[in-house]
C-alpha cells in the first residue's frame, strides 16, 4: 500500500498539489511505519515529504524529518553509503533557505565525499 501512497504523492508533487502530496507522502510513511521503523524503503519516502514540507515552507518540521530519514539510510546502508547522496543535498537545500549556511556547507561537503567515493 505504501508504494501506491508513494507514487501518488509523486504524481502530486508533479501537478504542483503539495496538500495532497504531502498527505499522500504521509500515508505511505505511515504504512511503512506500521511494520517496520528501519525500512530501507523509508528514507526515500521520508525524503520526498520534506521536499513538500520544504516547498510548502514547513521548515521546522522539514528538518527533522530529513533528519529522521538521514539517520534510517545510514543505519540501514551505512554512514559511508552513496545512497545519502540525495537526502544530505536536499537537506542542505533546507538549511540554507534556513540561513544555517555553516551547518548547509558541513552537510554539502560530506555529500561531495560520499559521491567522490570510489
Do not use: C
Not at 8 to 36: H, K
Amino acid at each position: 500500500m505504501w508504494e501506491r501512497h508513494n507514487i501518488m504523492g509523486q504524481q502530486a508533487l508533479g501537478n504542483a498539489n503539495y496538500g495532497e502530496a504531502e498527505n499522500q507522502f504521509r500515508l505511505a510513511v505511515a504504512d511503512l511505519d506500521s511494520t517496520n521503523k528501519w525500512d530501507p524503503k523509508l528514507p526515500q519516502v521520508l525524503n520526498n515529504l520534506a521536499n513538500v514540507l520544504r516547498q510548502t515552507g514547513k521548515h521546522a518540521e522539514a528538518e527533522t524529518t530529513y533528519k529522521r530519514a538521514i539517520e534510517i539510510k545510514e543505519k540501514v546502508a551505512g554512514p559511508f553509503s552513496q545512497e545519502l547522496v540525495p537526502i544530505l543535498q536536499n537537506y542542505a537545500k533546507l538549511l540554507k533557505m534556513m540561513g544555517k549556511e555553516q551547518e548547509a556547507t558541513k552537510i554539502e561537503k560530506k555529500a561531495m565525499a560520499l559521491f567522490s567515493k570510489t
